[in-house]
């Protein structure tokens, strides 16, 4: 029976847990015990590949570290804050009539998509913007009543389109060393360009996640000032020195960046750049760095937890028999098929939280299938593409998803499961689903 299927076990585990406010690493480890002892390994096997796999997300630990450090150094600047402040002063000597806010509301919305963007590829701190420029303008955000859910979803549809269409940092990883590698790998000849054309569909999905957003949180929210107050940082002096190093540092990463296509090696630069100008002082930089990594190690840990988790699920081999039992499912019925399947990818990457790591899980089955199907190459893309984000804007480990929160529930008055998780996969999700099945079938 397919609901004894371990990775469906696992898999509703961590999620029940995530919502019952269990921690996330708890969870994950919980979830992997209970789905590798229900596929038929014993409680030391799977404690054992659980283990093995956690080095799987120490290279990932180590680059959100480093990533740490960076955003540590920019906001030891005082820019970030000496913005806000700008903001605020700006906010307050104007009318507040209804049309202002909403204008108001409308351009946080897109500089907040639009940093999302930067951070994948022109300045390349990935999620590590977000705890250290969000917490600052809270007050911002609260004093025009904007929904936070709103705020949530603009980051993640930021943080995750960059990556699907744009093929430089991030987004050349994605889909260049990841995506379209395994895609070659399991028998697909197509080039980088079929890649992006398949990759039209799913993005719209995601775009319609964005408009749909702004309509169901368009209603003002009051959140308490008092809390607030408490949970902000104090206001610091930023001198010109100060904005003209970080500018340098900034380019200076990009430059590497641009060079070695290494996101670990152009923090470290960055980082040196605001020893060397003085921004961080020498004595301080342990400081930093320590505050840094402090503030990116309860992503790092989810992280490498995920790994483990995602270790025990390859290891069970049920994951073959959730697919074996969707294309007996589905017959020769091209609909049935692209719906089922990236259902089914839907589920692999809540529980890995990794769009990522989904991808060589899953093409190495769902391109053989795809063709037994008769689905074309650029409707295959669809269908792997749509499988591996879904799950990637919505799932409580999702890197995504964490940083968003860390950012946004700084006074605690933003829940990870229901502000940050839920809305994002009922607006992200669910259309990627019918979008990328859409895109799958007629093209």
């Given at each position: 029976?397919i609901l ?6 696992s ?6 847990m ?13 979830g992997?015990l209970?789905g590798?002892?229900?596929s038929?390994m014993?409680?030391?096997?799977t404690?054992?590949?659980?283990s ?9 630990a ?5 990533l ?9 600047s005082?820019v970030?804050?000496?913005l806000s402040?700008?903001?605020?002063k700006f906010?307050?000597?104007t ?13 946080i ?12 590829n022109i300045i390349p ?11 600052p303008l ?11 859910r709103?705020?949530?979803n603009?980051?993640?549809?930021g ?11 991030f987004g ?6 990841i995506?379209l590698?395994?895609l070659?790998e399991?028998?697909m000849?197509i080039?980088?360009r079929?890649?992006l ?8 999905g995601?775009v319609?996640?964005?408009l ?5 949180y368009?209603?003002p ?5 008092s809390?607030?107050?408490?949970a902000t940082?104090?206001?610091?002096v ?5 904005i003209?190093?970080?500018i340098?540092?900034?380019l ?5 960046q641009l060079?070695w ?10 980082f040196?750049?605001?020893?060397i100008?003085?921004?961080v002082?020498w004595r ?7 505050q ?9 840990f989810?992280?490498?937890a995920?790994a ?5 699920l ?9 697919v074996?039992?969707l294309?007996s499912g ?6 049935l ?17 990794s ?15 795809s063709i037994?199907?008769g ?7 669809c ?6 984000v ?8 999702s ?20 502000d ?16 990328g099945?859409?895109g799958a079938?007629?093209?």
């Open positions: 029976m004894t299927n371990s990775v469906i076990i898999v509703c585990t961590v999620l029940l995530s919502m019952a406010k269990i921690n996330v690493v708890i969870a994950l480890a919980t992997a209970i590798g002892v229900a038929g014993s409680v030391n096997e404690l054992t590949i659980f093995d796999g956690l080095g799987g997300g120490a290279v990932i180590l680059n959100y570290a480093i740490g450090a960076f955003a540590a150094a920019v906001a030891h005082g970030p804050i000496w402040n700008k903001i605020i906010i307050a000597k009318s507040h009539s209804p049309f202002h806010e909403w204008i108001f509301k409308a351009i919305v897109g500089v907040l998509v639009l940093i999302s963007i930067m951070s994948k701190v990935h999620v590590a913007f977000i705890p250290i420029l969000i917490p809270l007050g911002v955000f609260s004093e025009l009543k904007i929904d936070r709103l705020l949530s603009a980051m993640a549809f943080l995750i389109i960059t990556y699907m269409i744009i093929p430089y940092g050349s990883i994605f889909l260049e060393s995506f590698k395994n070659v399991n028998g000849n080039g980088l079929e890649v054309l398949g990759m039209i569909f799913p993005a719209l995601m319609t996640g964005l749909t957003s702004w309509y169901t368009r209603k929210r009051i959140y308490d000032f809390k607030m107050r408490s940082v104090k206001e610091e930023c001198s010109l020195k100060d003209i190093v970080s340098i540092a900034i200076c990463a990009l430059g590497v060079c296509k290494s996101t670990m090696a152009s923090a470290m630069f960055g040196f750049i605001f020893a100008g003085g921004v002082g301080d930089s342990d400081n930093v760095v320590a840094g990594f402090k503030m990116m190690s309860s992503i790092a989810i992280m490498i995920a483990g988790f995602s270790a025990v390859k290891a069970t081999g049920d994951i073959q028999e959730l074996n039992w294309a589905i017959g020769s019925s091209k609909i098929g692209a719906f089922g399947m990236i259902t089914v990818g839907l589920l692999i990457t809540m529980g890995i939280g769009s990522f790591s989904t991808v060589p899980i899953i093409a190495a089955i769902y391109v053989p299938l037994v199907l689905f074309s190459e650029i409707g295959t893309i269908i792997v593409a749509a499988s591996a879904t799950g990637d804007a919505g799932s409580p480990v890197d995504t998803m964490l940083a968003t929160t860390a950012g946004l529930n700084v006074d605690g008055q933003h829940d990870h499961i229901f940050t998780s839920i809305p994002a996969f009922i607006h992200f999700s669910i259309p990627l689903v019918i979008f099945a859409i079938i007629i093209l």
